[in-house]
């Protein structure tokens, strides 16, 4: 009598967030040696593969929620502290740092930051660190009613792109050091739009993956800004790479 063949039962896989969550998997196969195992593991995987695509576009969407959530106005407070409170508890919520004039930095993970904040109603913010937060185009509205602001760090912020670059025009007035430094999402169109920025004194553009010719780019900066010292690669960096590539192009034939 031939031996009984193997039922593979569908089974719905739960995530229950540890590694248990998939072992579902191990009881819906009856394998009939190593071979017929991989078979069916791989049938297996694609018969719900759009399941996985549908939890990681849930995850994704839960992720720009988060993100929209966390660059939200505080329109409350702005209306009832104002703007400097409400622009500093914004960026605290984010994780970041804020400095009113002629006062001590304030820092996120400083117990009762928020009850200080309500004794500097009438102080204007000076400085805002927000390096490595989550803020976008749409939080800026937060920090551009900050007409005082003299230094703004946004270093390795992930949502930070050319278009929060072209609204920084709004505080051309007052801010004076602008750091930049890691953003994965700027490049050279959105430095064109700190031309604006005339009193400008300190400009670190180092380290942006989407700037094709940092070196190249430092110096056009740099004739944008006369007045402002501008940080990031050497100028001969960048010309040693095209003189580099300008060389291999004509060592190797060209396509028509």
């Known amino acids: ?8 039962h569908p089974v719905a896989l739960v ?39 549908a939890l990681r576009d849930y995850l994704f969407q839960k992720q720009v929620s988060k993100v929209h959530q966390e660059n939200r106005s505080f329109t409350l407070i702005k209306e009832r502290y104002g703007p400097y409170v409400a622009g ?24 009762g930051h928020f009850l200080k904040l309500l004794n500097f109603q009438a102080v204007p913010v000076e400085a805002v660190d927000a390096s490595d937060c989550a803020v976008n185009y749409e939080g800026l509205d937060n920090l551009l009613a900050l007409k005082e602001i003299q230094s703004l760090s946004l270093q390795r912020c992930p949502h930070v792109d050319d278009w929060c670059l072209s609204r920084l025009h709004q505080l051309a007035s007052s801010l004076q050091e602008l750091s930049l430094a890691g ?10 739009c700190l031309h604006h920025l005339q009193n400008l004194r300190r400009l670190d553009i180092s380290d942006l993956p989407a700037v094709s010719n940092p070196g190249l780019t430092q110096i056009l900066v740099e004739e944008m800004l006369p007045n402002c010292k501008v940080l990031g690669a050497e100028w001969a960096q960048g010309l040693k790479s095209e003189l580099e590539e300008q060389s291999r192009g004509t060592a190797s034939p060209s396509c028509a």
Request: hydrophobic residues 35%; charged residues 25%.
């Open 15 to 53: 995530w229950n967030g540890g590694t248990r969550g998939t072992s579902g998997l191990s009881r819906a196969v009856a394998p009939e040696g190593n071979q017929r195992k991989g078979k069916t593991l791989l049938q297996f995987l694609a018969d719900r593969f759009s399941d996985v695509e």
């Open 88 to 111: 500093a508890y914004f960026i605290l919520k984010q994780g970041g740092a804020v400095k009113f004039q002629g006062k001590e930095w304030i820092r996120s993970k400083e117990r």
């Open 183 to 192: 953003c994965p999402r700027i490049s050279e169109r959105g430095l064109a």
């Open 1 to 8: 009598m031939a031996a009984p063949r193997a039922v593979l």
